[in-house]
């Protein structure tokens, strides 16, 4: 494209647009109609100039006439209770659900990584002793050892807080550093997956993998899938950097980064409900059955959520994304 004789052809619109919002509301019907024409002209103007010549200057000029036209188009807008309603009634399951292809085979592999780890230090006293002399081993291990005392170390209020600001910084360091090619978060994943590993290597080995389950499970569940959730959609946002689809690169990322936001936001909610269960429930005197079918009703209650809100919002065509009045005007490029 020849900037510009681009830039020739449609000066005078961009021109008739800044003088139409400097009036304000002081506009006729007519003119009213014009503007909002001359807006989505500029909009695809700005798309043209920023996949075919990008020019810093004429993108910036664009760019702030279609965000005070967007302004005046719509109005406006504050968020509200209506906004967080949909959110979790909408945004956030839907984002869930359209990522399931990421997350689901993330979870599988995952989980029988962290189970072929625990059968191998399990079976093998040679890679225990590697992992800790004979008494740190049996101060982990034994009846009122580290791993059964550890959910009840601190006051559960604290130690609930505590575990879901963890887990909330991991889950955030996948969704953010997935734009990294993904590279960041399968090391963070693996990292969760060995000490998962570890403990039922060496709690098996001690013949007290029921107990650690018991443990593990309350609040485990939940709180891995979010987890998994977290980093699939990280991955997915580094696969974009590679293959961004039928939109530019730059389109996608913004898409995929604006729902991986509202995951982040999501999935906090969840760990925390994981945060009071591994703070409240885990180290209860419950029965184990029961504090397991607590984890259990948890983890079932967010994937029919995940599966029937997030389903229906997904078919109906939500991605998770800000309003398509929010979001910039995109076109598509050859593939």
Do not use: K
Not at 92 to 103: D, K, L, M
Not at 288 to 305: C, D, K, M, N, P
Request: with cysteine; net charge neutral.
């Amino acid at each position: 494209m020849d900037l510009d004789v681009f830039v020739n052809a449609h000066r005078a619109e961009w021109d008739r647009l800044d003088r139409l919002l400097r009036r304000g509301r002081r506009l006729t019907g007519e003119e009213a109609d014009e503007l909002v024409e001359l807006y989505q002209r500029t909009a695809t103007h700005l798309s043209l100039v920023q996949s075919s010549a990008p020019d810093a200057a004429l993108v910036a000029r664009l760019t702030q006439l279609v965000a005070r036209a967007r302004s005046t188009v719509t109005g406006t807008r504050r968020a509200s209770w209506r906004d967080a309603t949909r959110f979790l009634t909408a945004g956030f399951p839907a984002a869930v659900h359209r990522s399931r292809h990421w997350w689901i085979p993330t979870a599988v592999l995952s989980t029988l990584l962290a189970v072929i780890i625990g059968w191998w230090i399990g079976t093998h006293p040679e890679v225990q002793a590697a992992i800790a002399a004979p008494d740190e081993l049996r101060r982990l291990t034994s009846p009122g050892g580290e791993y059964e005392t550890y959910y009840s170390s601190h006051p559960a209020a604290s130690f609930a807080a505590q575990v879901w600001t963890n887990n909330a910084r991991a889950a955030a360091m996948c969704l953010v550093l997935g734009a990294f090619l993904g590279i960041p978060v399968i090391w963070i994943l693996f990292v969760n997956v060995l000490n998962l590993g570890v403990g039922i290597g060496l709690m098996s080995s001690a013949g007290r993998l029921d107990v650690f389950l018991g443990l593990i499970l309350p609040h485990g569940l939940l709180e891995l899938t979010a987890v998994f959730v977290a980093a699939g959609t990280g991955l997915r946002l580094g696969w974009t950097v590679i293959d961004p689809g039928p939109c530019s690169r730059r389109s996608a990322l913004a898409q995929q980064g604006r729902a991986a936001i509202g995951m982040a936001i999501g999935l906090a909610l969840i760990l925390f409900v994981s945060g009071v269960i591994e703070g409240f429930v885990t180290p209860s005197g419950l029965p184990t059955w029961a504090r397991i079918a607590i984890g259990i009703a948890a983890e079932a209650a967010f994937l029919v959520y995940v599966y029937v809100l997030g389903g229906r919002a997904s078919r109906a065509g939500d991605r998770g994304d800000i309003d398509a009045a929010e979001r910039s005007a995109e076109l598509p490029v050859a593939a």
